[in-house]
């Protein structure tokens, strides 16, 4: 089932780097949530995504936002790159069941284990109010998910 813009996003539950359990349905009500798949923790794209998103805007996890890395790399990988890149928004291991938070939103690369790079923006209310999928493995163009989050009233 292909996801719909409009329509209620995916619920999930996965182990952050604070090794607690995080839903998409624990957001709901209080912040929108930036979901940002890729493939592998300390990759050279991936890290440069992240440190983008961290010097560019450091305050992009807020009292509205919340931005949620999600991979198959263990909880343990994602806390040693979080802590040696200095991130500030939350990661999300897809470790386990390997790929599960990854296939029901529609970007799990069967071949190579992994994530591809997706982006969705879930609003307040738990509903999809964007989304963007990289197939060719290039880094994404931030300005587009910011022009989603300034369409939601969130300054960026």
Not at 5 to 18: L, N, V
Not at 68 to 86: N, R
Not at 103 to 128: N, W
Not at 142 to 156: D, I, K, T, Y
Request: glycine fraction near 8%.
């Amino acid at each position: 089932m292909a996801l719909q813009i409009g329509a209620e996003a995916p619920d999930f539950e996965g182990r952050s780097t604070a090794g607690q359990t995080v839903k998409l349905s624990d957001y709901r009500g209080n912040k929108h949530v930036l979901l940002v798949f890729y493939p592998f923790a300390f990759s050279r794209t991936c890290t440069g995504e992240f440190c983008q998103m961290r010097d560019e805007m450091p305050d992009i996890c807020s009292d509205e936002v919340e931005v949620l890395g999600v991979s198959p790399d263990s909880a343990f990988t994602l806390k040693a790159w979080k802590q040696a890149e200095g991130y500030v928004n939350e990661f999300v291991s897809d470790f386990w069941p390997h790929g599960e938070i990854s296939r029901a939103y529609g970007v799990f690369h069967e071949p190579s284990g992994s994530s591809m790079r997706g982006t969705f923006l879930i609003d307040k209310d738990g509903i999809l109010r964007w989304m963007e999928i990289q197939e060719d493995w290039q880094a994404r163009d931030q300005s587009n998910w910011r022009e989603a989050l300034a369409g939601l009233g969130v300054p960026v």
